[in-house]
């Protein structure tokens, strides 16, 4: 007898029978629009036949589904198949707005009134569980599945692939793709294109590359998301050449290139310090009809900053001002930070105080990207007081804004403010991180007098990631 291995509770595999698994093609984003037929749920003892009209899914979907199970037992029906179908919506509904563990319970209640589940069940607490990064609770439910015996289908492989690719755990996804084979399910594009962006998460781009090329020969065409994840993944390693070799691919072969793949060119490009070449590539994304939009143009604000052409950047910056462009509080970023490194502090700090009043609210990366600035040239009182008014208009610093101060004060030898700040962020629950450590161990190093403070400095408690050395504790 065939065996075919899958996960076992403890994280291994365990076996089915191959000879039993005959399996459906649904597909992995529209999980609960089966059609009743599909016996979403079946029922112990014989259910009556009846002439009522059954629903479709999809209209139940639409309806107001809260108002409509108030309480699972609650639903007037002659027909137990629509009662255990809409309690089934109601369960992947709950999965889908991240409402998983009472998905789960209201999939107990239904158990213990005599309703068995199906694969369709199934799929949808494993799906949402893996969503919610529960990863131990849904190789449970598959070990339930299994054990109950029923089959995995084409959705099931799928959200299992996807969410070990995410987890980065790529080896362990291409093994289950071995077993998905196996087991007489062809792959589909959502299976490749979640095992290529995995490899390409972890670096791996010859493996994403190689099952890129080996679509076509399994029966699978490459789709435009499949050369944007790959493009993406040369882009963000600086292998430009190799991203551009497969945006001239997509051309020849038929396939239009969306705003996403220009977008993960530009940035490629720009990384790579190429900046006439991103022009260039920008005039044929208009030309070709792409719109662009906020992040498109943020991505070419930043660009241009990052490449010393502040001067193109405020250009640009004015004509979308002008043209009543919406531009999005990350786009501002962009521009905020690259007059701050480029020394031009005070168009930086009229950029910033002119935001509230055009309507853009300054977050945690605005403020801190100011406090930066200030601290840069060497004005870290500027930089004290713009953290106590962020934190006064509602805004919560990050370990990221506290960092950048200290450093700001470090280099200023300002220890008064440096322990005064530790304070702060002990009082506002803010952990340390090895940052935090770093600077502080500089400091006391710096000078011996700077050691006579070291009891000054707050308890922190320790955190998962730090050496417990580097805390402040005595």
Not at 120 to 128: A, K, M, P
Not at 130 to 145: H, I, Q, T, V
Request: glycine share 6%; hydrophobic share 35%.
């Amino acid at each position: 007898m065939n065996v075919i291995p899958l996960f076992t509770s403890e994280g291994g595999v365990r076996s089915r029978k191959k000879d039993s698994i005959t399996l459906p093609n649904p597909n992995i984003s529209n999980l609960s629009s089966q059609n009743l037929k599909s016996n979403t749920f079946s029922h112990q003892s014989n259910m009556a036949s009846t002439s009522n009209t059954v629903p479709s899914a999809s209209s139940i979907r639409n309806s107001n589904l809260s108002s409509l199970f108030t309480h699972s037992s609650a639903i007037p029906s002659p027909n137990p198949q629509i009662a255990f179908f809409l309690r089934h919506c109601k369960t992947d509904g709950l999965c889908k707005v991240g409402r998983e563990d009472e998905a789960k319970q209201l999939f107990e209640e239904m158990k213990t009134q005599g309703m068995i589940p199906s694969i369709i069940s199934y799929n949808s607490l494993i799906h949402g569980f893996c969503c919610a990064g529960k990863w131990e609770e849904s190789k449970r439910l598959l070990d339930e599945m299994l054990d109950q015996g029923l089959q995995p289908d084409m959705v099931t492989f799928n959200v299992l692939i996807d969410t070990l690719c995410k987890e980065g755990k790529v080896i362990e996804a291409k093994k289950l793709l071995g077993v998905m084979i196996e087991s007489g399910i062809v792959p589909d594009l959502v299976t490749y294109n979640s095992l290529i962006e995995g490899f390409c998460m972890v670096g791996d781009l010859n493996s994403a590359r190689e099952l890129f090329v080996s679509m076509p020969s399994k029966g699978c065409e490459p789709d435009v998301i499949s050369y944007n994840v790959l493009i993406n993944g040369y882009s963000k390693t600086l292998k430009v050449e190799e991203a551009m070799k497969l945006y001239n691919e997509m051309l020849l072969v038929g396939k239009r290139p969306n705003v996403i793949t220009y977008d993960s060119l530009l940035k490629g490009i720009f990384l790579a310090g190429k900046v006439d070449d991103a022009k260039k590539l920008f005039s044929v994304m208009k030309a070709h009809g792409i719109a662009e939009n906020s992040y498109t143009y943020g991505i070419f604000l930043d660009g241009l900053c990052k490449n010393d052409c502040l001067f193109e950047a405020m250009k640009l910056f004015t004509e979308l001002k002008s043209s009543n462009f919406k531009l999005e509080i990350e786009n501002l970023n962009c521009l905020i930070d690259g007059l701050c490194k480029a020394g031009k502090l005070e168009t930086a700090w009229e950029l910033f105080e002119k935001l509230s009043n055009e309507g853009h609210e300054p977050n945690v990366v605005t403020y801190t990207i100011m406090i930066h600035g200030f601290c840069r040239e060497g004005q870290v009182d500027k930089a004290n007081v713009l953290i106590q008014k962020m934190e006064a208009n509602g805004c919560t610093p990050d370990i990221i804004t506290y960092n950048t101060l200290m450093r700001g004060f470090y280099e200023s030898n300002k220890l008064e403010e440096v322990v005064q700040l530790l304070h702060r962020m002990a009082q506002k629950d803010v952990s340390p991180d090895a940052i935090t450590c770093s600077i502080v161990v500089d400091m006391l190093s710096k000078d011996e007098k700077y050691q006579e403070c070291l009891h000054l400095l707050p308890r922190f408690p320790i955190q998962k990631g730090v050496d417990k050395h580097l805390l402040m504790t005595h």
